[in-house]
């Protein structure tokens, strides 16, 4: 079946450590996009790609990098840069071509400081 | 840049009535779509409704429906017959189309509405 995978389901980092986050897709969709959520905050758009090896930033993107070499992939790393990282992160993908312009969203990643 | 505002951060309602569900918006943009997503305890994002701005007609999904007043920026989300299985996270989302002005097909969400549905 197609769809967005996000992996891993939960992650921990100690303080000062960078870390990825996966989020990987066989839809075939040209754009993807990275949220976080908080508790209160709704969604808040970190990095988003519209086409492979480009990409530009979200409103918090402070903290946080990315890359898109394949369609299929558009990792998040947090960096130690981010104050605070310990949040829900979805990934989201969306077809450029299709008639309703719907995103399809994956089922997320936990990320806690430890 | 797009904003937009659920002002009610909690809601219940008993099984089997009506609830609605508020949303206001702010943009100068002319063409754009509106969406209602809902998220249960498993934190899946899923589709409930859309609106199209350009279309006068309110959209419906079965048991769930819109109150669109384009002039009013307002987008509000009825859920009819409400079930146990409405229980989650409700987010009101704006999509300007186009690339012009940075909107890049980008969503903005507000901050959501917890709805309990009560046996």
């Known amino acids: 079946d197609g769809g967005i995978t996000q992996s891993p389901k939960y992650l921990f980092r100690k303080e000062g450590q960078n870390v990825t986050l996966s989020c990987e897709q066989n839809l075939n969709h040209d754009a993807m996009y990275w949220y976080r959520q908080d508790p209160g905050q709704g969604l808040r758009l970190i990095y988003y790609s519209q086409i492979v090896n480009d990409f530009q930033k979200g409103d918090i993107a402070e903290g946080y990098s990315v890359s898109r070499e394949k369609k299929e992939s558009f990792p998040l790393t947090v960096t130690s840069a981010q104050k605070n990282p310990t949040a829900f992160y979805l990934c989201a993908s969306r077809d450029v071509f299709g008639p309703n312009y719907g995103y399809t969203f994956g089922s997320g990643t936990r990320l806690t400081v430890v | 840049a797009q904003t937009v505002t659920q002002s009610q951060p909690e809601m219940s309602v008993q099984e089997a009535e009506t609830v609605t569900l508020s949303c206001t918006y702010d943009?100068?943009?002319?063409?754009?779509?509106l969406f209602w997503y809902k998220q249960p305890p498993s934190r899946q994002m899923i589709l409930v409704i859309r609106?199209?701005?350009?279309?006068?007609q309110n959209a419906t999904e079965n048991r769930f429906s819109v109150n669109f007043q384009k002039a009013a920026k307002s987008f509000s989300l009825k859920i009819s017959d409400s079930q146990l299985g409405d229980t989650a996270m409700y987010f009101c989302?704006?999509?300007?189309?186009?690339?012009?002005?940075?909107?890049?097909?980008?969503?903005?969400f507000g901050k959501g509405t917890l709805l309990t549905v009560n046996p």
């Open positions: 609106q199209e701005a350009y279309k006068q």
């Open positions: 989302a704006f999509m300007a189309l186009g690339n012009s002005g940075g909107s890049n097909y980008k969503l903005t």
């Open positions: 943009t100068s943009e002319s063409n754009y779509y």
